[in-house]
């Protein structure tokens, strides 16, 4: 039962991270690939060139809904 409360707590604790980091939403890897209509490798190459900023919790990473936004209006294209 200890096992099950702390896989509850884990799972509250990153859908509350997913929800807002300093009141923006957070995008996964997985809604930005389907958001920008990119590969997970394309990704890679932005984070590691600097085109965009993410965040790294609890080894995982997640990007902000403004700062994707902003991205975007840089390349031309809208949201």
Known sequence: MERFDTIDKTL????????????DKLLDNYDLCTLLGVTKRTLARYRQ???????????????KSSEIKEFLKAKGKSF
């Open 12 to 23: 509250e604790r990153m859908n509350k991270l997913k929800d807002c980091l300093d009141g």
């Open 49 to 63: 060139k600097g085109k965009v900023r993410f965040y790294m919790i609890d080894g995982r990473t997640y990007y």
